[in-house]
Structure formats: C-alpha cells, structure tokens
C-alpha cells in the first residue's frame, strides 16, 4: 500500500521518514518527488510499505508528526488540490513551448 505525504521539507529526510514507519512495520520504499526539470524537492512523497493494515496504523499514529520542522499530512491515496495539478499543467506547457521556441531558434542559425 502507498501511504502519500505531504508538506515535506526540502532537506533531506528519506532516512527520518523511514525511521518514522519502521516503528510500524515494513518500509519497500521511501521516494521524495523531485521535479523533474530543475531537481527541487517537490514537498511530497510516498512511502511504500506492503502491508496494509501496517500502513494504516502508520498512518493513525503518525499523522501530524514534526520532521524537520514540518508537520506532515498522510493519506492512503494520494490528494492533490485542483489549483496546484492546472498550475503544474500550465507549467509544463510553458515548458515545452519555451523548448519548441528554441528549437525553431536554432534551426535557423
């Protein structure tokens, strides 16, 4: 089961968050999302632990812990609000057409 975390800090803490869900049972996977142009830590993660009643219980005791000075939010699905997925959407397509412009800049040198 994927338990999703929100409100991360952007230090790294993959080892903390690990530590934390341990005390409830076994951890697959810790991954911080980064993004994917610049390498910046996103301010989430998933945890990824096989059994789901172990998740659950992570979920019950941890929610609202302080690490690194942040209080995570947990969640059995992963909840993004609409405002920040048409702000990535919009983000993307300024990406891509900075790079189309490029392109077309470099074709013609």
Do not use: C, W
Not at 13 to 18: A, D, P, Q, Y
Not at 66 to 87: E, I
């Amino acid at each position: 089961m994927n338990v999703y975390v929100n409100n991360l800090s952007h230090a790294e803490i993959s080892g903390e968050l690990r530590t934390a869900f341990e005390v409830h049972g076994t951890v697959a996977s810790v991954t911080i999302i980064t993004d994917e142009f610049n390498g910046r830590k996103r301010g989430f993660g998933i945890i990824e632990m096989p059994d789901e009643i172990e998740a659950k219980s992570a979920i019950e005791a941890l929610e609202g812990i302080k690490v690194a000075g942040h209080d995570l939010h947990l969640s059995d699905r992963r909840t993004v609000s609409s405002r920040r997925v048409s702000r990535d959407r919009r983000d993307d397509v300024k990406r891509k057409q900075m790079g189309e412009r490029r392109n077309k800049t470099e074709r013609r040198k």
